[in-house]
């Protein structure tokens, strides 16, 4: 894309995505994240000619001047749109995708020591809300949304919203999951509606492996969770075995009910018969 062109979309790209935009020069003079972004060109550019001290250099003058720290190993598509970008942090490996947001306090960061690729992938017109951490060499799919501050330490399929820490799906492909089975059914459903014949035993497994790839270092109990289902799977079983406890006392006081009415009608009869007995043993001694 021509130099003038590209700086064209930026700016359009603002007023796309920020209704707070109200003129070209206020874009050009007050948003940090476009100054970042120009930046990053800069010293991306350096740094792939091997101009490594002076890249950094420009870095963190970007830094300095935005609060955005953009690494200039890190590789940037078209269309980033940076809002609030205070405290963003990109690391060196990082790729991200065309006409992605970012909102303060993202980080796109490492979980280790090693070599390499070591930061995330992210695709194509995702969202990364406030706050978010996206840790690990894994891929953030297409049209992905990240929840405001949640952490996401493993692959985030294609057209996924994540929350929680650690994040975890909760909405795939516009249906919404609750556990792990549901998610793993709406993949394969997903799957299903894109050919994969889901009913043939080794493509069923080896889809739900691929699912289930996780990565040890990445993995983190998340306790809350765990006694908030385990609560909630308590109280359903007590307010079970209160509709049935209601239902039996229902059935109880209906029998009982049903037992006062007929013992009230045999001691009516019986009183009755006692009567006419008295009745007619009074006739006989009168006689």
């Given at each position: 894309m021509k130099f003038f062109a590209?700086?064209?979309?930026?700016?359009?790209?603002?007023?796309?995505?920020?209704?707070?935009?109200?003129?070209v020069?206020?874009?050009?003079?007050?948003?940090?994240?476009?100054?970042?972004?120009?930046?990053?060109?800069?010293?991306?550019?350096?740094?792939?000619?091997?101009?490594?001290?002076?890249?950094?250099?420009?870095?963190?003058?970007?830094?300095?001047?935005?609060?955005?720290?953009?690494?200039?190993?890190?590789?940037?598509?078209?269309?980033?749109?940076?809002?609030?970008g205070t405290g963003i942090v990109i690391g060196e490996t990082a790729e991200i995708?065309?006409?992605v947001t970012l909102y303060q306090g993202v980080t796109l960061g490492g979980t280790g020591k090693e070599k390499g690729k070591r930061h995330p992938t992210i695709g194509n017109n995702v969202v990364v809300a406030s706050g978010a951490k996206v840790l690990g060499s894994f891929k953030v799919g297409d049209h992905a949304k990240i929840g405001?501050?949640?952490?996401?330490?493993?692959?985030?399929p294609p057209y996924a919203t994540v929350v929680g820490i650690p994040g975890r799906i909760?909405?795939?492909?516009?249906?919404?999951?609750?556990?792990e089975e549901e998610f793993k059914q709406a993949w394969l459903d997903f799957c299903a509606s894109k050919g994969y014949d889901i009913n043939n035993p080794d493509?069923?497994?080896?889809?739900?492996?691929?699912?289930?790839?996780?990565?040890?270092?990445?993995?983190?109990?998340?306790?809350?969770?765990?006694?908030?289902?385990?609560m909630s799977r308590q109280v359903q079983r007590l307010e079970n075995k209160i509709i049935d406890l209601e239902k039996q006392l229902e059935s109880a006081k209906a029998?009982?009910?049903?037992?006062?009415?007929?013992?009230?009608?045999?001691?009516?009869?019986?009183?009755?018969?006692?009567?006419?007995?008295?009745?007619?043993?009074?006739?006989?001694?009168?006689?």
């Open positions: 590209r700086i064209k979309k930026d700016i359009r790209v603002i007023f796309e995505r920020d209704p707070a935009a109200k003129s020069l206020e874009v050009l003079f007050c948003y940090s994240g476009l100054h970042a972004i120009w930046l990053h060109r800069i010293s991306h550019s350096l740094f792939k000619r091997g101009w490594i001290v002076t890249a950094r250099l420009i870095s963190n003058f970007g830094r300095f001047l935005t609060g955005i720290e953009i690494h200039p190993g890190a590789t940037i598509g078209d269309g980033l749109f940076i809002d609030h995708g065309k006409n405001a501050g949640s952490v996401v330490l493993k692959e985030v909760v909405v795939l492909h516009g249906k919404r999951v609750h556990n493509i069923h497994n080896e889809i739900c492996d691929e699912i289930d790839v996780d990565l040890d270092h990445d993995i983190l109990p998340d306790p809350e969770r765990e006694m908030l289902e385990v029998a009982v009910n049903a037992e006062s009415i007929r013992t009230s009608k045999l001691e009516s009869k019986l009183e009755k018969y006692e009567t006419e007995d008295r009745k007619k043993n009074s006739r006989k001694k009168n006689k």
